[in-house]
Nanobody, 118 residues
Framework: VQLVESGGGLVQAGGSLRLSCAAS????????VSWFRQAPGKEREGITC???????SYKDSVKGRFTISRDNGKNSVYLQMNGLKPEDTAVYYC?????????????WGKGTLVAVSS
């Protein structure tokens, strides 16, 4: 599976962005899909996951502001980010696994940069 993220950019605090994770080589509906982010100088962290049954979980720091969703027809997963804060600045990655609780991801995209100015 090849994953390509898009939709990153520079936005002011309080603004919104919608990230896309487009897949080729297999159908994303066969996988759990997670979004991770890595801020400068920090470790990569998982922020949300949508399971095979479309159960969704969020890290507390993004709960209520970010929304993950699937579009099986477009073989894509999205991350709608509202109320962005400077601390959301990071490279955002999507990744697939069989389960949201799985520690190691099977496939990764190369990431898209989100920069939030204050």
């Amino acid at each position: 599976v090849q994953l390509v993220e898009s939709g990153g950019g520079l936005v002011q605090a309080g603004g919104s962005l919608r990230l896309s994770c487009a897949a080729s080589g297999d159908k994303l509906e066969y996988f759990a899909v997670s979004w991770f982010r890595q801020a400068p100088g920090k470790e990569r962290e998982g922020i949300t996951c949508i399971s095979l049954s479309d159960s969704i979980s969020y890290k507390d720091s993004v709960k209520g502001r970010f929304t993950i969703s699937r579009d099986n027809g477009k073989n894509s997963v999205y991350l709608q980010m509202n109320g962005l804060k400077p601390e959301d600045t990071a490279v955002y990655y999507c990744a697939t696994s069989q389960y949201c609780s799985q520690g190691d991801m099977d496939y990764w995209g190369k990431g898209t940069l989100v920069a939030v100015s204050s």
